[in-house]
Nanobody, 116 residues
Framework: QVQLVESGGGLVQAGGSLRLSCAAS????????ASWYRQAPGQERELVAR????????YYADSVKGRFTISRDNAKNTMYLQMNSLKPQDTAVYYC?????????WGQGTQVTVSS
């Protein structure tokens, strides 16, 4: 059974940090592009960060560049999103995503709330 299970969300004050994790199972995670998206209320889901392969150059949305870091551990079938210097505008549901050719999987989402 294919699964992406997220953890690590929560409530944090502005300027704080959170680390999201996403554990993959049921498919060959190392062959998939790993990404994090987020969706704030009333807004479309947007790409936050993407890493094609372990150790490869990552893409970041301008709004998080320099504050967020995506990483992956293929041995543990897990991807991470380290979020530092959080701002209230980072408040959203965060989703992990794994994609390869015609296959794409999503996590269930984890809420991140940043208070001012």
């Amino acid at each position: 059974q294919v699964q992406l299970v997220e953890s690590g969300g929560g409530l944090v004050q502005a300027g704080g940090s959170l680390r999201l994790s996403c554990a993959a199972s049921g498919f060959t995670f190392s062959s998939y592009v790993a990404s994090w998206y987020r969706q704030a209320p009333g807004q479309e889901r947007e790409l936050v960060a993407r890493q094609p392969r372990a150790g490869s150059s990552a893409y970041y949305a301008d709004s998080v560049k320099g504050r967020f870091t995506i990483s992956r551990d293929n041995a543990k079938n897990t991807m991470y999103l380290q979020m530092n210097s959080l701002k209230p505008q980072d408040t959203a549901v965060y989703y992990c995503n794994a994609r390869a050719l015609n296959y794409e999987y999503w996590g269930q989402g984890t809420q991140v709330t940043v208070s001012s």
